[in-house]
């Protein structure tokens, strides 16, 4: 009876097996979906790159963690995908874990060269890192900087002097944008030269940029107290518009076509909330999309459908989906400090 | 002036006073007896009846080597010790509370960073302390703010008459040196003992990734800690005496960063306890007048926190007959904190308590205590604090006994000054948190040689105070309501045969502490287990004796903990093994102990916080040579 019973276990274990081959064919697992980068609780470093299927609706907490059997410790400000590989940012260990795209699987350690880096863009062949530095005594950055980093062997081979806390990093055409936030200056870098060739003087403290469908540059600005969106004219390097919006803005972003922008805003004391313009507006509406407490980071998916990353404070945090009109389609668990959300489809 | 120097100067300093002292005090010596110090675990249960109390075998950090309060407490109970990694920032927790919910008593006074609501027990030298007692529950009726969870009783004993001398030298793994020497005088009219320790440690150990590939050595968690003592006891005739208690330890630690994300950070601690303390005996009671002074300094990577306490208290104990005792006191705390965090860098408060015990012995079988306190502060108010304790004797033949035990009591934490006057988010507007615990035990003694002692609980704590994101910064509110319920247990046997001694003993500890209540839209933390509470907690130890050699194995265990509140993510349970093993010689009146330290025998690769690597295995040498006359 015993022996029956084990052959007819063994049997069922090699089926099983077979099928789970069958199953796990490329592309990697995290081919396509959306990644949420949650930064982690500073104590703990404990950041994570989060996974969601919309087909399925299958959460993957720490995708690396999956990949490699154990997590990579860090406190992540943002992740940035190029070509095969990913490459996470941790501004806590100064660091930047260069993992391959579709299979989370650990590739490399940029740990040479980098001192609070925040976020990254590709241009020229070459990764651009913005680099906070380290705080002086009066809490303030005045030594950033831009780390251009080797793709071929991850070496960082040279460094771009900034205006102070620089922060977003985005290529259009031929030229990187970088947002030095503790100053009111976009600089405009050309990456066959790695020289700041010109820039603009924003409103505020530059944040984040989002290219509308038309080419033009969305930068959002924080002043602390007050907010601002300006719109760049690339090809002339001027400040086409500006105007004030809500306090405390975070996150900004365009729907696929790029009619849209969509951006979120903070401020003390009064509930936060997502703002939609179109990429033609002058002035900032009074109504938001969706409102809350504790938003912390914002996403648009090709559907239009809005990602709200909501911070439950040290406990973990909680991701929302909402239709356009603001209506909530369902949630699900994210890690702690939720900031940002990268789409691919 | 160099950290060593400095040293060099205090013991010096120390060794002037006690031969000072010594000659003053001890020219002459002549008639009376100092009266027997009474046992500070009688202290503890003289008005704590149906509460659990443990005294720590005192055989687990006597002849083994330098060892900290926490890893004491880690070995000999079932409280669940958290720790930020190797010789960092340990906490301890009772019965699933947090940091702030355990106070901390140093001959009789509360310790611990005022404005930060804890203490940290990595700091705490065994050398100095000579009985470790742990009350488990809430008792704030008797100890005041902080005692929730449970409280630690930390007590000196007189030393023995006579001179004595004592050195001790270690070396370990990790370029580690402990070194500790030690003076004593005691005789008719009073003692002094002064002490010094010197201990520091590369603590360059193998970090392991939690798959155990090697990650090389550990950077930046170097550490120095140094003190020293000064107790002097005086009689005042036959009836009153006056003691002084001196203790100061400084340390500098590089902080132990997580794994894969270094930084560079440094704390130094300093903390400088005294107390003078009056008693005078009457003929149906006593009466004790204390004066406390604690200076507590964390300089943070040159950012210096400085702490002042000024403690009075005056207590009157009354034995109003065989079956009724009574003490009644008061005891103020005038507290200064002076940090660049608070608004003109400074901030004070003081808190006067007024408490009233009685224990009352209506029959040979019943014992009861009743415990009131009320404690005002300037800021906020405090709650009145009752407990209620009885014991019964079940059964009582031959050797056996049988007891059963129950307490109701009421006990609250009042929030720190960092809560209060953080800038920015601090809030001046919290209350006090506030617990409610019961809990029914038994305990069955076969005299020395069995015992055992269960106890469950079930206890609430609500206006747990939270620091919550407010969008440009953190603040602190009174939010987290929690349930806590479990079972405490411990067995011990102890067998003498010849000239063999074995002792058997192990504790264990379930824990299930829960938030019960939503916080904020999409809560989902509700009803799951709080972060860093084991719900499995315990050890066992065995110890041999044979002629002049001991043998100590002890096992350590502790369940997976969650990290985060929605118990997503957890670290993973372990278990350790640790050895020691002592040989004393003694001829005269010299005594040689040479002692030889496993920690971590089996190499096992364990986090108890997660990321925060431990050293494998490792090793301590040592001999300790003492001269008593």
């Known amino acids: 009876m015993l022996r029956h019973l084990s052959i007819y276990l063994m049997a069922l274990a090699f089926a099983l097996s077979a099928c789970k081959k069958n199953e796990e064919t490329p592309p990697g697992q995290f081919a396509h979906g959306v990644f949420i980068v949650n930064e982690g609780n500073y104590t703990d470093a404990d950041g ?13 907490q720490d995708a690396y963690e999956k990949a490699n059997g154990e997590p990579v410790s860090g406190l992540f400000q943002s992740i940035y995908f190029n070509e095969d590989m990913a490459y996470i940012i941790d501004q806590l260990g100064s660091k930047i874990v260069v993992v391959k795209a579709e299979t989370f699987e650990y590739v490399a350690t940029i740990d040479e060269g980098l001192s609070t880096p925040r976020y990254m863009t590709v241009a020229n062949g070459k990764g651009y890192v ?3 530095g380290p705080f002086d005594e009066n809490f303030d950055l005045p030594n950033s900087y831009i780390a251009v980093v080797d793709l071929s062997n991850f070496n960082v081979i040279n460094t771009i002097i900034t205006d102070k806390g620089v922060e977003g990093m985005t290529t259009v055409g031929d030229k990187v944008y970088a947002a030095a ?59 086409e518009t500006s105007f004030s919006i809500a306090g405390g803005a975070k996150s900004i972003t365009t729907n696929a076509a790029g009619t849209k922008i969509y951006y979120m805003c903070t401020p003390w004391q009064t509930p936060d909330g997502v703002y939609s313009i179109d990429n033609t507006a002058t002035f900032a509406p009074l109504v938001p999309v969706l409102s809350g407490d504790g938003l912390y980071g914002l996403g648009v998916d090709s559907d239009e459908i809005i990602y709200i990353a909501k ?15 603001g209506t909530e389609m369902d949630n699900f668990a994210a890690g702690r400090f939720p900031n940002g959300f990268v789409f691919r489809e | 002036m160099s950290r060593k120097t400095t040293h060099l100067i205090f013991t010096f300093g120390l060794l002037a006073v ?3 002292v010594h000659i003053t005090l001890f020219a002459q010596e002549n008639t009376t007896q100092l009266d027997e110090v009474e046992i500070t675990a009688n202290q503890l249960t003289r008005f704590g009846v149906g509460a659990y109390i443990t005294e720590l075998d005192s055989g687990l950090f006597e002849n083994y080597g330098r060892q900290s309060l926490s890893d004491v407490i880690a070995y000999g109970s079932s409280v669940y010790i958290k720790q930020y990694g190797s010789g960092q920032l340990a906490t301890v927790s009772f019965r699933g509370t947090g940091a702030g919910h355990t106070s901390l008593q140093w001959n009789g006074l509360p310790v611990g960073y005022p404005f930060l609501g804890q203490a940290d027990l990595s700091l705490v030298p065994m050398e100095f302390i000579d009985q470790v007692c742990l009350m488990h529950g809430s008792s704030s009726a008797r100890y005041g703010s902080g005692a929730v969870g449970g409280v630690v009783d930390l007590s000196n004993e007189e030393p023995p008459e006579g001179f004595g001398i004592l050195v001790d030298q270690s070396v370990g793994s990790f370029s580690t040196s402990n070194s500790f020497v030690q003076l004593h005088q ?4 009073g003692y002094i003992r002064v002490g010094s320790i010197y201990n520091r440690s590369e603590n360059d150990f193998k970090v392991r990734s939690s798959n155990g590939e090697s990650l090389g050595r550990q950077a930046n968690a170097n550490y120095f800690l140094t003190g020293g003592l000064l107790e002097a006891g005086y009689n005042l005739g036959s009836t009153s005496s006056l003691t002084l208690s001196f203790q100061n330890t400084d340390a500098n630690r590089n902080l132990q960063s997580s794994i894969g994300a270094p930084t560079s950070n440094n704390q130094k601690d300093r903390n400088m306890w005294s107390s003078l303390h009056f008693k005078h005996q009457m003929a149906k009671g006593e009466f004790n007048l204390t004066y406390g002074h604690l200076f507590d300094r964390i300089n943070y990577n040159s950012s210096v926190t400085d702490s002042h306490q000024n403690i009075a208290q005056a207590t009157l104990l009354y034995d109003v007959s065989g079956w009724l005792e009574m003490e009644l006191g008061i005891n103020s705390n005038w507290i200064r904190v002076v940090t660049p965090n608070y608004e003109s860098n400074e901030a004070r408060e003081t808190r006067t308590d007024m408490f009233a015990s009685a224990t009352i012995r209506p029959t040979k079988r019943v014992e009861a205590s009743i415990n009131l306190r009320q404690s005002v502060a300037t800021g906020y108010s405090v709650p009145f604090t009752p407990s209620l304790g009885i014991s019964y004797l079940l059964h009582r033949k031959e050797n056996w006994k049988f007891m059963l035990r129950g307490q109701v009591s009421k006990g609250y934490r009042v929030p720190t000054l960092n809560d209060r006057f953080w800038v920015p988010g601090g809030n001046p507007d919290l209350n006090p948190e506030e617990s409610v615990s019961t809990e029914l035990g038994i305990n069955i003694d076969k005299g020395q040689g069995f015992w055992t002692n269960i106890t469950t609980y079930q206890m609430w704590v609500d206006n747990w105070i939270l620091w919550q994101d407010q969008g440009a910064f953190w603040s602190p509110d009174n939010v987290l ?19 063999w001694q074995t002792k058997y003993w192990l504790n264990y500890a379930y824990t299930k502490s829960t938030n019960i209540e939503p916080r904020y839209a999409y809560d989902r933390t509700v009803g799951k287990q709080l972060p860093y509470v084991p719900f499995h907690n315990g050890n066992a130890n065995i110890q041999l004796a044979f002629k002049n050699w001991n043998l100590l194995l002890n096992g350590q265990f502790t369940g997976k903990r969650f990290i985060t509140t929605d118990n997503v993510t957890e670290v993973s349970g372990y278990a350790l093994l640790n050895l020691r093993v002592s040989k004393q010689l003694s001829w005269d009146h010299w005594a040689m102990n040479a002692y030889g330290n496993i920690n971590n025998a089996t190499n096992t690769n364990y986090q108890t916080i997660s990321n925060r690597a431990m050293p494998g295995i490792n090793f301590l040498l040592g001999i300790n040579i003492s001269f008593n006359k």
């Open chain 1, 130 to 132: 913005s680099n906070w």
């Open chain 1, 311 to 325: 911070s439950n404070g040290t406990d973990n945090g909680t991701i929302i989906r909402y239709t356009l009109d």
């Open chain 2, 186 to 189: 005691a005789g008719p009219k």
């Open chain 2, 18 to 20: 006690f031969i000072f």
């Open chain 1, 181 to 239: 936030s503790y100053s009111n200056v976009v600089h405009v870098i050309s990456p066959q030269a790695d020289e700041i060739t010109g820039g603009f003087t924003t409103p505020g403290g530059p944040l984040q940029f989002a290219e509308d469908g038309t080419g033009k540059l969305w930068v959002l600005c924080n002043d602390f107290v007050t907010s601002s969106l300006a719109r760049l004219n690339l090809s002339n390097e001027l400040v």
């Open chain 2, 481 to 499: 309501k929690v349930e806590g319920k479990g079972v405490e247990l411990e067995i011990g046997y102890r067998q003498n045969a010849g000239r």
């Open chain 1, 48 to 60: 994570s790159i989060g996974f969601y299927d919309p087909e399925d609706g299958m959460v993957v």
